[in-house]
């Protein structure tokens, strides 16, 4: 019975980044730009790696699906952020902030996952080169990406479910550009403590495993590596799990910083946010391509082909 003298609320009101009154403009065409970049980006690296036979590889399929992972992550914030920005209304529908909620852990858990799969494919790459198509199969690879996949899924629905399964009867402003655990878990109508225990345990454990997973796969490429004789040899196997490393880093930091403080900050926050959403996934296709000769060489014929780049 008192549930029912609540009002719940049916939509909810985006207040932004914090301290950035009057810089609407400036903002709307920074983000609008990073967002264009993202997606050229990754769309001329999904090009290069379709139209070349040479980049069939296991590697190369791992990166197209990072690729597509980068197009759609920031797509899942931007658009609504950038539509405000314009001077367009703040409001966002319930449903509108249950499936960017979604979305983003969505495609955020499966990178994660994908970037382990993509240090074990490494590991293998390296540690060992004469069985590498034998245990990276094509089965091994298709099972692979779809776990990633299923388990970014599993890991959505079950925070989303948990953060919307609270009752919201107002306040409904939410102190970000878009709908997230820590934002959500302050408006809610009810004891969070609990949503906040799991969502802590859950989305700092998913991204700390994975991490632990990689460094397991880098410490035994690292001592592989230090066995190769050859100067030559060690160059080319660092420069390969280099853009790889630099990646994690840009990709796990945020993660860190936004889900494992203690006291959430809003501006520290919102920052890292705009790191995490826009600026890494347009930064991947350039530590892949700029560190990647045969990529660098696909691309340029795409280039070329599309009538971008002059013939030399």
């Not at 004891?191 to 454990?205: E, H, N, P, R």
């Not at 799990?241 to 993660?255: E, N, R, W």
């Amino acid at each position: 019975t008192k549930m029912r003298n609540v009002s719940m609320v049916t939509k909810f009101i985006l207040l932004g980044i914090p301290h950035t009154e009057r810089l609407e403009s400036i903002l709307f065409i920074l983000f609008l730009s990073f967002y264009l970049f993202t997606l050229m980006g990754n769309l001329l690296i999904l090009l290069a790696i379709v139209s070349s036979s040479r980049l069939h590889t296991p590697m190369y399929f791992f990166l197209c699906k990072l690729s597509v992972c980068d197009i759609f992550f920031p797509s899942v914030s931007s658009p609504k952020m950038l539509f405000y920005l314009s001077g367009n209304s703040r409001a966002i529908s319930y449903a509108g902030c249950v499936s960017q909620l979604f979305f983003h852990h969505f495609l955020g858990c499966t990178e994660g996952f994908l970037y382990t799969v993509m240090a074990y494919d490494c590991f293998v790459a390296i540690c060992y080169p004469l069985r590498y198509r034998v245990i990276m199969s094509h089965r091994v690879c298709a099972i692979l990406a779809m776990g990633t996949s299923f388990f970014g899924c599993i890991q959505a629905i079950f925070l989303t479910t948990l953060t919307f399964q609270l009752p919201y009867c107002g306040p409904n402003e939410v102190d970000s550009y878009f709908c997230d655990i820590p934002v959500m878990v302050k408006l809610a109508c009810a004891d969070t403590s609990a949503l906040k225990m799991v969502g802590f345990i859950s989305v700092g454990l998913m991204p700390l495993g994975c991490f632990l997973l990689i460094l397991t796969s880098y410490s035994c490429i690292v001592f592989s590596i230090l066995q190769i004789r050859s100067a030559e040899g060690r160059r080319r196997a660092f420069s390969t799990c280099s853009a790889h490393l630099t990646a994690i880093l840009l990709a796990f930091m945020p993660v860190v910083l936004i889900y494992l403080q203690p006291t959430p900050n809003p501006s520290l926050n919102a920052a890292v946010q705009i790191l995490n959403n826009l600026v890494t996934p347009m930064l991947n296709p350039l530590i892949y391509s700029l560190r990647n000769k045969e990529v660098k060489y696909s691309l340029r014929k795409v280039l070329q082909q599309l009538d971008l780049l002059s013939e030399k």
